[in-house]
């Protein structure tokens, strides 16, 4: 075992986010090890890419749960088994309750393809043109119980083309998000980003409520 913060990945799907982030640690761009990539769904291609990379992996099937409690208590079990300095939630796609929260509080982080506080829950990118938004973007923000609500660590904004469809919209959205996921995951093992009674500071000094910014109209 190293000395290296480690962190865990809780995943649902294709895991494009956790690919851009075991390429960083990969790189050394991420001074952390991936011990655990977690799933609620079995077969995803994340759990592939995963293995790819030699990183143990756990699928635990919500569907064979009675209730989100007992779901939650049996994450908390895996995920506390290998002692994580951060939760990494990339594209995982469960409501978590008060007490998965609270238990990881200050230390998961999660990825939310909008411009938070706008478009919390589903369906962003066509929401996001249904109200004519001239821009859209994208957000790592720390977890809490406030659904999609925690405070921000980092945006990236992304301009609405006129004939843009939610399908491009979204690819834009996350080549963006392959960018300001690894940034976000690596301040925090470096230990430059902190929550602190609800703020987000880097390197000491508060964070606006958007979080850093990274503008691509720049
Ligand atoms: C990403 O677009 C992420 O922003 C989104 O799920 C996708 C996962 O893609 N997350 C949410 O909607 C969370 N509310 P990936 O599996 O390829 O990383």
Redesign the pocket.
């Known amino acids: 075992m190293s000395d290296l913060p480690n962190i865990v990945v809780l ?1 649902s ?6 690919q851009a982030i075991i390429d960083a640690v990969r790189s050394g761009d991420i001074p952390a090890r991936i011990s655990l990539v977690l799933s609620n769904r079995p077969e995803v291609k ?1 759990l592939e890419r995963a293995r790819q990379a030699g990183i143990e992996t756990k699928v635990l099937d919500h569907t064979e749960f009675t209730s989100r409690e007992a779901f939650d208590a049996e994450m908390i079990r895996q995920i506390d088994r290998q002692q994580p300095d951060l939760v990494v939630l ?2 995982f ?1 469960r409501i978590l309750t008060g007490d998965f929260v609270r238990r990881y509080e200050g230390r998961m982080i ?4 909008s411009l938070l506080p706008k478009y919390r829950g589903l369906h ?1 990118h066509q929401r996001a043109l249904d109200a004519g938004e001239p821009e859209h973007g ?1 957000t790592v923000h720390f977890v809490t119980e406030e659904l ?1 609500g925690g405070p921000n660590i980092i945006q990236a904004v992304v301009p609405v083309q006129p004939d843009d469809t939610a399908e491009t919209l979204a690819q834009r959205v ?1 080549v963006h ?1 392959h960018l300001i996921y690894p940034l976000a995951v690596k301040w925090f093992t470096e230990g430059r980003i902190r929550l602190t009674q609800g703020e987000v500071t880097l390197d000491g000094t508060p964070l606006p409520p958007g979080g850093c910014l990274l503008d691509s109209r720049d």
């Not at 799907?13 to 956790?18: A, I, R």
């Not at 999660?110 to 393809?113: E, G, L, T, V």
């Open positions: 995943i799907g294709s895991g494009t986010n956790l994340g990339a594209g796609m999660n990825i939310h393809p962003t994208v999609d996350q998000e």
